[in-house]
Structures are given as structure tokens and as C-alpha cells.
């Protein structure tokens, strides 16, 4: 009900960018976007994600944070982990403009980096959704349809193989993977980064985004597989082993884990 009230309050508001202290430093979002709404009703941004991402992003590697939005995913390691970079994938105007003032401010802006580019299946350009500023957080290649598209427009779109070999080779301790249903897309286009470093992937996997693709769970069971990982629903770490499997813990969340079976000291798997 209050986030209602703010939302219609602020929509109205004549200033439409909001100045938001988050993890101690300062971000820029769009007035009564989903992002500025969780911050002043919560706090916090995703929190059980975000407590996973810090725990999990290694001393001395990288985060990749592909579909960063307005970078609420990475602040958070880039606090807790003084010895983690970021690399982030944001191709979307609207988002950038915030996203962009809120890296000139960080006070670690030497361990963080923007791609300005589309994370995809292979190197390119690819028409791209783009919707209000108060929904930009639902930007996408494809229309989902679960926000009104405002316009399209022609982005460059990178792998996250190339843009990790045109780096040397970091070593990959995690990746965040939030595209708004192309999340298998983003994974065919990182085989060698996954099959080097071992990364642990956080992804979104929503019912309705993925339509918009026409994948499927067996699409995903199939990567899996093909990477020789596991995949855990959260926030329970709940093991996923098939597609019904999947399907159902689809209906109760949004969020999966893929974390690989194999997974060597950093030690080893630098040589």
C-alpha cells in the first residue's frame, strides 16, 4: 500500500532522478522506478542475492555482472570484497544514463568496469526494448510484454568469451546473469570463460521472459549439463535435477544457482 502511494506520488514528482545512499556510497535511479522503490521501502536491493554474490566472489578474481542495470548487484561486492573487480554488461540507454553518474561517484571506481554492449550468443548488433524509465529495470532484446515498450533501438551486442579474452584470461569467480529471459544466450556465448575459470552463475530464470525466446527447461537443463554443473533453486538451495523439477520451482521463484561439480583451487586453475 505505501509503495503504491509513493509510487503514484513520485510519478508526478517534476525531478525524475533520485539521489539514493546505498552500502554507503551514492546512487543515481529514476524516480519511482522498481529500483528506486525497493531502496526506500527496504533498503536494500535484492538482499538475498546480492548476501550470496559477496560470499561467493573469491579474493583476487572477477564478478561479471551481466544485465547490471543500475550496478545494485555490484555495489554490494564491490564494498565487501575490497580485493574483487567488476566487470558489467549494460547495454540499455536509459539505464546507462543513471548507471554511468553512479560510477563517478563510487569510491572504487579503479575495480569497476562498464561494457556498454549487449552479453549474447555471439558478436554483433541486435535491436533492443526499451521501455519507460520507471520500468527500465525490464529492458530487453525481445518484448516479454510485462511492461509497455516505449521504443527499439540498435545496440552492440559482445560474448562474454570475447570480452574475456580481450581482458587476459581473468580468473572468474562468479557471474551474475539477469537479461530479462536471454540468460541461455549470455551462457553460449561464455564457453570457454565457464569451462576455464568454474565460475558459480547466479541467473534469473522467469517463466514469462523466457517465452519471448522460446526456451524452454530443457534448454537449460541442457547447458547445465553440457558445463557439467548442478543447479540449486534459491533462496533455499534447493537441488533442481530435471525440467519438472525446473517448472515447479519456477512457480515460487526467479532465482537459480548453477554450481559446477568440478571446481579446482584458484591456485590451479591460474596456470
Known sequence: MKQDIYRRIAKRWPIKTVLRRYYGQTVFLPRASYSDIALRCLGEYEP???KILVQLALPKTMMLDVGANFGLTSIPVLVNCPEVKVLSFEPSPIALKFLRRTMRNVSFKDRWELIEQCAGAEVGATEFTLSEETTAEFDGIRHTKRVQSH?????P?????AEWKRRAYPEVSVIKCDVEGAEIAVLRGAVECINRTRPYILMEWNRINIQAYNFTSSDLIGVVEQFDYDIYALPGMIRVANCVEVDLQALVTESLLLAPRKRPPVSQRAQ
Open 151 to 155: 521504443e527499439m533501438r540498435q545496440v
Open 157 to 161: 551486442m559482445t560474448t562474454i568469451d
Open 48 to 50: 538475498d542475492n546480492c
